[in-house]
Each structure stands twice: as C-alpha cells, then as structure tokens.
C-alpha cells in the first residue's frame, strides 16, 4: 500500500508542478490499495515546493 501511496503522491506532485506555471492547479486521483480496492480515510498532502504551501485533504468512501 505505501507503494501506491506515493505513486498518487507524485503523480499529484507532477500534476500541480505541471499546472503552476498557469497560477491555478487540480488534481484528482484515487487512493488504492493493492488489492485495487479504495481506501476509505487516506490522507494525502501535497506541498508546492515554489510557495511553500501545503494541501491535506482526506479520501471519501471511494478513495476520492
């Protein structure tokens, strides 16, 4: 599971470093575990590393 984890880490890290130079970002991504089933309550953070700032949020029922 921790595999998967920061897999969606990096690829959230590549989306918002793609989209910066545009001034807004998103992201989506579902929490998977290695079974392929969602993880319910994953918490995920992500940190800008121009700005300094960081996102967490926390996975619903599906993952999302």
Do not use: C, H, W, Y
């Not at 880490?9 to 590549?14: K, T």
């Not at 392929?36 to 700032?53: D, R």
């Amino acid at each position: 599971m921790k595999k998967q984890t920061v897999a969606m880490l990096i690829l959230f890290a590549v989306a918002v470093a793609t989209t910066s130079a545009q001034g807004d970002a998103r992201f989506s991504g579902t929490v998977l575990d290695q079974t392929g089933a969602f993880v319910p309550g994953a918490i995920v953070t992500i940190k800008n590393q121009k700005t300094g700032e960081v996102l967490t949020v926390t996975t619903n029922s599906e993952g999302a």
